[in-house]
């Protein structure tokens, strides 16, 4: 008889934590990090935030030093111009560079 009640309790505890699990991995996509994100050095904070790519020419934050592409992008071409003239460099939606060194950007 304690055999039985230890299986179903057992059971129901699986049931439990399972549903739990469940309800984590439905939880809402909007819960995630989404969009474009500049970060400071070595990603201290964020400096600036982009929801939607436009392929606009844009000012970089003069701050920044690094990216995130979240979602919804698949390039960003940097310019040392600020009129996204220069040498175009493509760093694709994660990297790290040195603050300053570009002046606008583009997102696809």
Do not use: K
Request: with cysteine.
């Amino acid at each position: 008889m304690r055999r039985t009640g230890a299986r179903i309790g057992a059971a129901l505890a699986v049931s439990a934590m399972t549903a739990v699990g469940l309800g984590v991995a439905a939880s809402p996509a909007s819960a995630q990090p989404s969009g474009l994100t500049f970060y400071s050095s070595g990603f201290a904070s964020e400096v600036a935030h982009v929801d939607a790519p436009t392929g606009e020419c844009t000012p970089l934050p003069p701050t920044a030093a690094g990216h995130v592409g979240w979602s919804g992008f698949t390039n960003v071409v940097l310019y040392p111009g600020t009129d996204c003239t220069g040498y175009a460099v493509s760093t694709g939606t994660l990297r790290t560079y040195e603050a300053g060194r570009y002046a606008s950007y583009r997102a696809f």
